[in-house]
């Protein structure tokens, strides 16, 4: 096993989030062998909380190098298989799991309230939507890093172009160099998810307060 500390991670992870009352329609570790590294993608089903963000999905990405890196800081990691190899074990490495969150809204919501379908309405109506909700974050996270973009697809139809698959994406990084347990770091994780799970629920309520004001 290449990486006996993000797997004992995503255990605890799974075991964790059971005990919540979330919809999990996802949870898969990935591994990429050429590229040295692993993952976990954790999939929510918000359908029963929200009419307007239809899905949550976290991302955690991790590789050899980082889980090398983590291996050295925890005491009792000695026999580690990867600080047998020495191309994993550089110095200057900080272990991190960089985390990717993608909140996918329900653009056909907006598009059932508008009067017209005709030419860019939709587009139109998208735009203002994510627009609106741009300025509703900034209010709410003030005191927060949060880097965000939004991710959509445009197609087309006889009444004219529209977006589809409208997504807002977020991008952090979990520290994990200040930890000296995997106990630790189990408790720093679960925080954290747990911080996404609040900020999903403000999303929510963001999507459905803006959605009269752009249809």
């Known amino acids: 096993m290449n990486y006996p500390i993000f797997s004992a991670i995503v255990n605890q992870m799974e075991t964790r989030l059971t005990r919540r009352a979330i919809n999990i329609d996802q949870f898969r570790v990935w591994n990429e062998d050429k590229i040295n590294a692993t993952g976990l993608e954790i999939g929510v089903n918000l359908a029963n909380k929200s ?23 925890l005491p009792g990691m000695e026999k580690h298989p990867l ?3 020495e191309v994993f074990n550089r110095k ?10 993608i909140w996918y809204f329900d653009e056909q919501v907006l598009y059932n309230k508008l009067k017209s379908l005709v030419g860019n309405t939709r587009m139109e109506a998208a735009s203002h939507w994510m627009e609106f909700i741009n300025a509703e974050l900034k209010r709410e996270f003030t005191e927060e890093n949060l880097i965000t973009r939004w991710h959509m697809e445009i ?61």
């Not at 409208?166 to 994990?176: A, D, H, T, V």
Request: hydrophobic letters at 40%.
């Open 83 to 85: 600080l047998k190899e």
């Open 51 to 73: 009419n307007h963000v239809r899905r949550l999905v976290i991302n955690l990405d991790w590789d050899k190098f980082r889980e090398a890196s983590l291996a050295r800081q």
């Open 92 to 101: 200057g490495i900080r272990p991190y799991i960089d985390v990717e969150t």
């Open 155 to 215: 197609e087309g139809d006889i009444n004219g172009r529209y977006v589809t698959d409208m997504s807002l994406i977020s991008y952090m990084q979990y520290e994990l160099d200040a930890f000296h347990s995997l106990n630790d770091i189990h408790a720093h994780l679960e925080k954290n998810i747990q911080f996404i799970l609040q900020r999903t629920d403000v999303i929510m309520k963001i999507a459905s307060k803006t959605l009269e004001q752009a249809a």
